[in-house]
């Protein structure tokens, strides 16, 4: 077995998720490459070294630039604000480094432009985490898709909803707080939670041509952390818009951090003219289907227990019927990207596929701004 030696920058929420990933994933997959975790990187030395002795990272480094320096370093994870995803990014190809970014992959389509020629010039494998591909039923949901039994296709619509920017004292920047601060995520919801929902839409359905949107702050000043003054929120606090889909259909998107009692409700439901399919995050395992075909007596929703062993990536984990959580997703995506350095088909979205999303999300941001269809 090959070892990959991984950097990885930042030790937040995704820091952890990716971990744990790299971690498990030679212990259920059958794969040629073994994630070894040779460093994390922080700005400051004592959470980076915590972060290291609970995770079990060989070394530290404060800076991500000495990071990229090291020989002992073949992949790169970058697990760190959006606004600094681009020159990471270019540094880590220009350093020959393979990459694995977060979500969104850029603050705007320039930026995300010159990452992918960065590493389509350096010839580095690259990947961008848009993780709910590879939830099972997700997965699943393509393979119905792509068999052709929902046949033409009318109808796509998302929601990611969440409730924890409503009180108006939060404040914005800063550790954990950087969402709301639009210099470092580039935009609200849209980039945040609507990119997630595009780049499923787009796997799932193919191309999205133009949109029409608008958009919402409710709260129009907060604190910055890092300055202590009250400052204007430049971000999206909630989005909605209407799109065409290269294959004709319609579809409808909505995202918001203003719905109270929702956490992370992420839901899809795809309309064809057979069939029909829906999903939601609160009951990941699951996938809801209606086949026009069935016999009149018994047609209706089917709700599929995605756990048994030919669903997708079930057959290396436990006995039929049992769960997985939201965190397999990124164990899946690990084995996909190792998967892919074995056989030379990379495993995507690769910044190339994650591009066309940041396309996306800038139109729909112009589209609110100057309130007509903009094409992507
Ligand atoms: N795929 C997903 O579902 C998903 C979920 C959450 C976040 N994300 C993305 O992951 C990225 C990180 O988000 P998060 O939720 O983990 O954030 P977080 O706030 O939990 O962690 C961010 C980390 O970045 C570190 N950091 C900031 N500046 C740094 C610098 N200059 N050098 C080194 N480290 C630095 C912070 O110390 C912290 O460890 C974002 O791009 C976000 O959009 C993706």
Not at 20 to 41: G, H, I, Q, S
Not at 266 to 276: A, D, H, M, V, W
Not at 284 to 313: A, C, K, M, Q, T
Request: proline share 3%; charged share 25%; net charge negative.
């Amino acid at each position: 077995m090959k070892d990959l030696n991984i950097g990885m920058i930042g030790y937040g929420f995704m820091g952890r998720a990716h971990t744990n990933a790299y971690k498990r994933v030679n212990d259920f997959f059958d794969l040629e490459y073994r994630p070894v975790l040779k460093a994390a990187c922080a700005r400051n030395a004592g959470p980076a070294q915590e972060f290291a002795d609970n995770w079990g990272y060989e070394s530290i480094e404060t800076d991500w630039r000495q990071l990229l320096q090291r020989d002992d370093i073949d992949a790169v994870d970058i697990c760190v604000p959006n606004n600094l995803h681009k020159e990471i990014s270019i540094a880590a190809a220009e350093a020959g480094k393979m990459i694995l970014c977060e979500k969104p992959i850029s603050m705007n389509t320039a930026e995300g432009e010159e990452m992918c020629e960065a590493v389509e010039r350096a010839g580095v494998p690259n990947m961008v985490w848009y993780n709910y591909r590879r939830i099972p039923a997700v997965t699943h949901a393509r393979n119905i898709i792509a068999s052709g039994k929902l046949g033409r296709i009318f109808h796509y619509r998302a929601n990611f909803l969440q409730d924890w920017t409503i009180a108006e004292d939060l404040p914005q920047g800063g550790n954990g707080l950087w969402r709301l601060d639009v210099d470092a995520a580039g935009s609200g919801v849209t980039g945040d939670l609507l990119a997630h929902c595009i780049d499923t839409a787009i796997w799932l359905n193919g191309a999205i041509s133009n949109v029409t949107a608008m958009t919402e702050t409710f709260v129009k000043e907060r604190v910055h952390s890092d300055t202590g003054n009250v400052q204007p929120v430049g971000i999206d606090d909630a989005c909605a818009f209407l799109c065409h889909f290269d294959n004709g259909s319609l579809g409808l998107f909505e995202s918001t951090r203003y719905a109270r009692g929702h956490k992370a409700l992420y839901t899809f439901e795809i309309n064809g003219e057979n069939g029909s399919l829906k999903w939601d995050l609160h009951d990941l395992n699951r996938l809801e289907y209606f086949d026009y075909e069935d016999d009149s007596p018994v047609r209706g929703w089917r709700s599929i227990h995605i756990s048994d062993g030919d669903h997708p990536y079930l057959g290396n984990w436990w006995v039929p019927g049992l769960c997985l959580g939201y965190e397999h997703s990124f164990v899946h995506q690990v084995a996909d990207f190792l998967l892919g350095l074995a056989n030379g088909k990379p495993a995507g979205p690769t910044f190339r596929d994650a591009l066309e999303t940041q396309k996306v999300c800038d139109a729909v941001l112009e589209s609110a701004k100057s309130k007509a269809w903009v094409d992507v």
